[in-house]
């Protein structure tokens, strides 16, 4: 596996951490048949921070999921967080 494979799994991987066990809108978490859960949006938020867009990007990104497409009211504070969480993931 080269380089550059390995290093975007990694990142999908530490993507997918954040998004279950930080994000995770629906309350999820804790139950293990649904740790896949959120996996359809990996791409989406790996592909914005590959791109370096900044943290209001990313978050508008999990709020137009949050509560457009899954129709929740949404936690704008902690969505803000897990959005520099994911952000701070390129910093590393």
Same mark, same amino acid.
């Given at each position: 596996?080269?380089?550059?494979?390995?290093?975007?799994?990694?990142?999908?991987?530490?993507?997918?951490?954040?998004?279950?066990?930080?994000?995770?809108?629906?309350?999820?978490?804790?139950?293990?048949?649904?740790?896949?859960?959120?996996?359809?949006?990996?791409?989406?938020?790996?592909? !914005?921070?590959?791109? $370096?867009?900044? %943290?209001?990007? =990313?978050? &508008?990104? #999990?709020?137009?999921?949050?509560?457009?497409?899954?129709? !929740?009211?949404?936690? $704008?504070?902690? %969505?803000?967080? =897990?959005? &520099?969480? #994911?952000?701070?993931?390129?910093?590393?």
């Amino acid at each position: 596996m080269s380089q550059n494979l390995k290093r975007a799994k990694k990142q999908h991987d530490a993507i997918r951490t954040i998004l279950i066990q930080e994000w995770d809108p629906i309350g999820i978490n804790d139950i293990p048949e649904a740790q896949d859960e959120y996996d359809a949006y990996v791409s989406g938020v790996y592909r !914005l921070l590959i791109s $370096r867009k900044p %943290t209001y990007e =990313v978050f &508008e990104y #999990l709020w137009f999921i949050e509560t457009e497409h899954m129709a !929740l009211c949404g936690d $704008r504070q902690r %969505t803000k967080q =897990v959005a &520099e969480l #994911l952000v701070g993931l390129t910093e590393k």
